[in-house]
């Protein structure tokens, strides 16, 4: 049996539904199996590293006072937190192997400055002190389907109303194609619902490569509506769990897939199914992230199975777009072409935000 043939260590049956998870469903379901079930290793990327390690800074910047939460304060953070992250995981180190002589490590730390020091210009921490931050959480729906996924930041009103806040580190997409970041808002908007039996008032998608900010406050009706699409979403998964029917979904994000070597789009083989086809799905006890409290920490108050193709993309449509943002589109298109459901009415208000004075 050859390398490509052989049932990867540790392949899962699906337990639970992520945000990203999801997507990676929709953009291509044997992407989600080479992640989900047969967990194969992906090789680091800059631009997501950078994201993880402004995250990071923007997180521990709350540690501080409130008069404290400067932007030379902020970007002080940096050194220490890359420090961190390497030590938690050695593997990023080999983005700069070949950098001798640090040249491109050093532009690399100061982009993630510019990201650090953009997102002054859109919110002011000093006038924020967030409920939640980093928060992960988890729910299991009344069809027995448990969504989870962690949150970047929870604030709370005096009065009561919650806002979702994440961080992007890429740019915004055009409007077009907003639905698919804001499917993600809305997953972490049902699962806060179902959990505190409170709507959150407003989504926040704060977008640190462009300098912009995307709202969305949504209504019942929009909840409901991404309830049955993350049912009918994983009554897909669990068909092609029990079959082994994981079929590839060309798109111009295949270029970044460091999965091409096993993907019958570029002449290779996948891994043997390591599950067992026509038995029942199988639930297993999920593992929660290591740097995730064993215990869901409580939030204070205070369909289709079958995806459309999306359009396919010139080279000059591409420019010089990073995979972050094509990923964006993409997700927005396959969101968005969905045929609504019967009944959904109601929708939220979604309003670009002015930068903080």
């Known amino acids: 049996m050859s390398t490509s043939e052989q049932p990867p260590v540790g392949a899962r049956t699906p337990t639970s539904l992520s945000p990203s998870r999801a997507s990676d469903f929709m953009q291509c379901p044997l992407l989600y199996r080479f992640r989900v079930i047969d967990r194969l290793p992906e090789k680091p990327s800059e631009a997501a590293t950078r994201g993880t390690l402004v995250h990071a800074v923007l997180e521990r910047l709350f540690d ?61 921490p000093t006038r924020l002190e967030p409920a939640e931050r980093e928060l992960f959480v988890e729910t299991e729906l009344d069809s027995g389907l448990r969504l989870r996924g962690v949150i970047d930041r929870i604030d709370v009103a005096p009065t009561g109303e919650v806002r ?17 970041a804001l499917f993600q808002m809305k997953f972490y908007a049902l699962v806060i619902w179902r959990l505190k039996q409170v709507i959150p008032r407003r989504l926040q998608l704060v977008y640190l490569g462009s300098g912009d900010v995307l709202t969305y406050d949504p209504v019942e009706a929009d909840l409901l509506r991404v309830e049955r699409k993350l049912l009918a979403l994983w009554e897909a998964i669990r068909l ?54 064993a ?11 079958e995806v459309p193709q999306v359009r396919e993309r010139t080279l000059e449509e591409i420019g010089e777009k990073t995979r972050e943002e094509i990923q964006e589109e993409v997700r927005g298109e396959i969101v968005s072409a969905r045929p609504p459901e019967s009944g959904d009415s109601g929708q939220g208000r979604m309003d670009p935000v002015q930068p903080a004075p």
């Open 295 to 305: 215990e869901v920490p409580q939030v204070r108050a205070g369909s289709d199975a």
């Open 164 to 180: 979702i806040v994440d961080y992007k580190t890429g740019k915004a997409p055009r409007p077009e194609y907003s639905e698919g």
């Open 64 to 124: 501080h006072p409130a008069v404290e939460r400067t932007a030379p304060r902020a970007k002080a953070l940096i050194p220490g937190q890359w420090d961190r992250l390497l030590e938690s995981r050695p593997e990023l180190g080999e983005l700069f192997a070949e950098d001798a002589e640090g040249e491109r490590l050093s532009r690399w730390l100061v982009e993630a400055e510019r990201l650090v020091e953009r997102w002054f210009t859109l919110e002011d």
């Open 240 to 293: 092609a769990t029990e079959t082994g029917d994981w079929r590839p979904r060309p798109t111009k994000l295949c270029g970044w897939c460091d999965h091409q070597a096993v993907c019958p789009e570029f002449g290779g083989t996948p891994p043997a199914y390591p599950l067992e086809i026509g038995g029942p799905v199988r639930e297993e006890t999920p593992q929660v992230r290591a740097d995730s409290p």
